[in-house]
């Protein structure tokens, strides 16, 4: 996975927290360093695939465009990754020494059928979890979390 997902979730959440203020790319950049062009890209990624909503001008910037219960961790893995499975199986077994040009590989080898389970598991956790629920471990773990990222926002001019 790319690093524009640990970015793009962690935007999510500080977004949330931001209760349907807009918040500019470039702010949610600085916060942790990233660089906004970059950035922009990803939150362009989630405002395209319903997960944000954008507004140009002054007071523009970035919004959720759902409630953070309605937005998946795999919501956000697949605006930015897409939708392609991670494995995927070229049926290699085609060129070995007990090769039937009949078989479709990707449904009977045991490395195509082990990595299908193991992807199904990991998109059932992602989708499981939402940024509420993100949301919920942070407060428990960081009660102040969410007052200090609305507090950075309101002072920092980036």
């Known amino acids: 996975m790319s690093e ?14 931001m209760e349907g203020q807009a918040v500019t790319a470039a702010k949610l950049a600085a916060i942790y360093g990233l660089p906004a062009a ?3 890209k990803q939150l362009q990624a989630l405002a395209k695939a319903g997960i944000l909503t954008s507004t140009s001008g002054p007071r523009g910037g970035f919004r959720l465009a759902r409630e953070p219960d309605r937005i998946t961790l795999l ?4 605006a930015i990754e897409g939708a392609e499975d991670a494995f995927r199986c070229e049926q290699i077994l085609r060129n070995g020494p007990s090769a039937d040009p009949e078989i479709d590989y990707r449904r009977t080898c045991a490395i ?15 989708a499981g ?3 509420a629920d993100i949301l919920a471990q942070v ?10 990222v609305r507090s950075w926002f309101a002072n920092v001019r980036p």
């Open 4 to 17: 524009g997902v640990e970015w793009a979730l962690h935007s999510c959440v500080n977004l949330a927290w």
């Open 38 to 40: 970059y950035l922009n």
């Open 75 to 78: 919501d956000v893995v697949t």
């Open 112 to 126: 195509s059928i082990a990595m299908r389970k193991a992807e199904l598991a990991w998109r059932r956790e992602l």
């Open 129 to 131: 979890q939402t940024i």
């Open 139 to 148: 407060g428990r773990t960081a009660p102040a979390a969410a007052s200090n």
